[in-house]
């Protein structure tokens, strides 16, 4: 089982920063293995650019405890690993603590039939439909199984399988709060919504772009 979860980084002119980190318990229920990688979503057309960040493994140390109680970590090299802070400085970005004026929110948002109702401030919201926000969420996975790519687990089934597979048939997410982020840059305001789907508890809780459209 692997559990997404994403977290806001930075906001920079080009793009929003969000740190997305994945638990795999690699079928052990006693061991943890853990990807962080940094996405930069682009604020303009919301395409996403992935970079690997972390890799480590947390499983009980024997040697130490019997019993298992006592944890080892290690640290494992991930291919092409970017130091995030550094990324940040060459977009010209900012990370989300710097300023009370970065984030707004989270706003509560409203279904109505098939369409999501977004606020943006007291007189306007944003409109979008769920089927696009399902499929920007299981895309959004599939290119996260592309940069972890693979590694050792006790069970056959490889990690794009179980990445991927938790939104090849029926699914459901709930998209309930929204964020707005101005780095008062000069690129207009960004919306992102977090989308919170459990697919036979298997948590993936990321925030998804939205267009600008009223």
Same mark, same amino acid.
């Given at each position: ?28 229920y006693g $061991?943890?293995? $853990?990807?962080?990688?940094?996405v930069s ?44 802070? =550094? ?16 984030? $707004?929110?989270?706003?509560? =948002? @409203? ?13 306007? =919201? ?13 895309? $959004? ?49 960004? =919306? @992102? ?22």
């Amino acid at each position: 089982m692997i559990d997404i979860r994403d977290e806001l980084f930075g906001v920079a002119p080009c793009c929003v920063l969000v740190k997305r980190t994945t638990n795999d318990n690699l079928g052990l229920y006693g $061991s943890i293995h $853990s990807d962080v990688v940094l996405v930069s979503i682009d604020r303009e057309g919301g395409s996403e650019t992935l970079y690997p960040v972390y890799r480590v493994r947390s499983q009980p140390d024997l040697d130490r405890d019997a019993n298992g109680n006592v944890m080892a970590h290690r640290a494992e090299p991930l291919p092409g690993s970017v130091e995030p802070f =550094t990324l940040l400085a060459e977009l010209n970005g900012i990370p989300v603590q710097a300023g009370d004026y970065l984030v $707004s929110g989270p706003e509560p =948002t @409203m279904r109505i039939g098939e369409m999501l109702a977004v606020p943006v401030d007291r007189n306007s =919201t944003l409109q979008v439909e769920i089927a696009q926000l399902m499929r920007q969420v299981a895309a $959004s996975v599939a290119s996260l199984a592309l940069v972890v790519g693979e590694y050792d687990r006790l069970a056959p089934i490889t990690t794009a399988e179980l990445l991927e597979g938790r939104f090849s048939g029926p699914f459901d997410c709930r998209f309930d709060s929204a964020w707005r982020l101005d780095d008062r840059s000069g690129t207009a305001p960004t =919306t @992102m919504l977090r989308a919170d789907c459990d697919n036979d508890g298997e948590f993936t809780s990321i925030l998804v772009w939205i267009p600008e459209r009223h």
